[in-house]
Each structure stands twice: as C-alpha cells, then as structure tokens.
Nanobody
Framework: QVKVVESGGGLVQPGGSLRLSCAAS????????MKWFRQAPGKERELVAS????????NYADSVKGRFTIIRDNVKNTVYLQMNSLKPEDTAVYFC???????????WGQGTQVTVSS
C-alpha cells in the first residue's frame, strides 16, 4: 500500500523558514520521482518543485526559485522542501506526490497547511 505523508507545516512570519517533510512507503522510493504542489484558496493547484529519482536534477516554479529547495534522502525514503524567505503569497496547502510508482497514477499525500502571516 502506497503511503505519502507530509509534515512540517505551520504558521510562520514573513521572511521566515519552514522545512516540509514527506515520508513515503509502499514502493521502491529510489525509483520514483517526487514532486511538491501547493494550492491556495481560490487558486489553481501549482507545481512548486520536482526532483528526479536519484536527486541529480530538480525543477522549481519561477515563484519560488532561489527561495525553496527540494532534496531527497533515499535511505530514509523522505523528500523535503526547504522554504526560506517566505512570503504571504506562499500561504497554501502543500502536497507531496509520488510520480506513478507503479507505472500508472500518481499518489498524493493529504497535504500540510503553510500560513505566512505577521
């Protein structure tokens, strides 16, 4: 059974930092690319960052480049999203996604809320 579980969200002041974690199980983690999405109220879901199965290549939305970093630990079966210099517009529910671990269909976590406010 595939499980993808996010943690680490919370309330942070503008300019602050948070690190989201995503623990995955039920598949061979080092064979699967991983992604972070986010969705703010009333807005479209947005792809924030992605990382290849080996971690040798990453991609970011323009809105987070230079501030967010996606990394993975293939020993701990965990992917992280380090978020620095947070802005109020980063407020959203953040979702971790395992990209088609069995060839068909992505697996999504339940999401973790990030709120950036003073």
């Amino acid at each position: 059974q595939v499980k993808v579980v996010e943690s680490g969200g919370g309330l942070v002041q503008p300019g602050g930092s948070l690190r989201l974690s995503c623990a995955a199980s039920g598949f061979t983690f080092n064979r699967v690319a991983m992604k972070w999405f986010r969705q703010a109220p009333g807005k479209e879901r947005e792809l924030v960052a992605s990382i290849t199965r080996t971690g040798d290549s990453t991609n970011y939305a323009d809105s987070v480049k230079g501030r967010f970093t996606i990394i993975r630990d293939n020993v701990k079966n965990t992917v992280y999203l380090q978020m620095n210099s947070l802005k109020p517009e980063d407020t959203a529910v953040y979702f971790c996604v395992a990209v088609a671990p069995y060839g068909v269909g992505d697996y999504w976590g339940q999401g973790t809320q990030v709120t950036v406010s003073s």
